[in-house]
């Protein structure tokens, strides 16, 4: 599991690193509130770990940000104010949990497990990417909570972008996606379908990479 570790104190963050590595999960690093933004667009986290002090930026900011853009990743807050009202203005923008500091890594390690669980099996049909979800049981799109038409074609091709979030996902992988519905293919297809699909959704949320293909981006506030 991808996870993302907010923190600027390599004090901490180095053998909290080792540790979480040590039980499976994969770190990403983020020291400060550009690099973790930089990180949330690339996507791809199952969980993130936030400190609310930060040298560099507001941890609730960040906090309120996470959830806005990615409204079910889950967020661990860490914190050495464990104060009621700290805690609770955490959960009011969204964290799963909160953690004060000093703490002992085998209580964190069983709290990340336990909201990991807790977000992953309700809605193993859902696809998200920021404002946008995909269910792959009635092969439906929504956009902020309102549906979005898409035909089965524009929604093979929409859900394999959002399977690889920050990635690069090349024209033959979208054609492989697009065949197991539809064996012949126009020589175009895929550019007609990812013509389709900018017109109803947000403005440069599908980018072309040239020579490439294409990949999802979280467009610029």
Known sequence: MRLLLVDDDPALTDGLSRLLAGI???????????????????????????DLVLARG???????????????????VLSGCGTLRDKLRAFELGASDYLAKP??????????????????????????????????????????????????????????????????????????AFDRQVRELASNSIEVHIHNLRKKLPAKVIRTVHGLGYTLSVPAA
Not at 24 to 50: H, N, P, T, W
Not at 130 to 139: I, S
């Open 24 to 50: 499976g999960y994969e770190v990403e690093l983020a020291g400060d509130l550009a690099m973790a933004r930089s990180a949330l667009k690339r996507g791809g986290f199952d969980v993130a770990i936030l």
């Open 58 to 76: 507001n941890g609730l900011q960040l906090l309120a940000e996470f959830k806005s853009l990615f409204s079910t990743l889950p967020v661990l």
């Open 103 to 176: 703490f002992e890594f085998p209580e964190l390690g069983a709290r990340l497990k336990a909201i990991c669980r807790r977000h992953a099996e309700p809605d193993r049909h859902l696809l998200r990417f920021a404002d946008l979800e995909l269910n792959l049981h009635t092969h439906t799109a929504t956009l902020r909570g309102e549906e979005v038409a898409l035909s089965r074609r524009e929604f093979c091709i929409l859900r394999s972008l959002v399977e690889h979030p920050g990635q690069i996902v090349t024209r033959a992988v979208l054609e492989r």
